[in-house]
Nanobody
Framework: QVQLVESGGGLVQAGGSLRLSCAAS????????MGWFRQTPGKEREFVAA????????SYADSVQGRFAISRDNAKNTVYLQMNSLKPEDTAVYYC?????????????????WGQGTQVTVSS
């Protein structure tokens, strides 16, 4: 089992950048594929980005391709989401998720573990 804690959210102006972090407990972090999702009130949680266990393969939603970058440091048990050129429509609660022995899944049901979320607000 793994526990996930997100950090790094906040308020930023449009065009700015933020880096989210997700720290995982346990000694087998490298066995988990990781994903980032986001959710706004009244909407379903949506896929943002995913990374495989080694970090050698990534996947992005079309809406963030070229602006966001997911990465991981298995020695630090942490996955990151670098968000650049932020837009007001990126405003959401961002969640990280983990799947044991998984891949770069783009759907919620593939992930077994979730963090509590971190708020990102982009002002225009």
């Amino acid at each position: 089992q793994v526990q996930l804690v997100e950090s790094g959210g906040g308020l930023v102006q449009a065009g700015g950048s933020l880096r989210l972090s997700c720290a995982a407990s346990g000694r087998t972090f490298s066995s988990y594929s990781m994903g980032w999702f986001r959710q706004t009130p009244g909407k379903e949680r949506e896929f943002v980005a995913a990374i495989n266990r080694s970090g050698g393969s990534t996947s992005y939603a079309d809406s963030v391709q070229g602006r966001f970058a997911i990465s991981r440091d298995n020695a630090k048990n942490t996955v990151y989401l670098q968000m650049n050129s932020l837009k007001p429509e990126d405003t959401a609660v961002y969640y990280c998720a983990a799947d044991l022995y998984g891949s770069t899944w783009r759907t919620l049901d593939k992930y077994d573990y979730w963090g509590q979320g971190t708020q990102v607000t982009v002002s225009s």
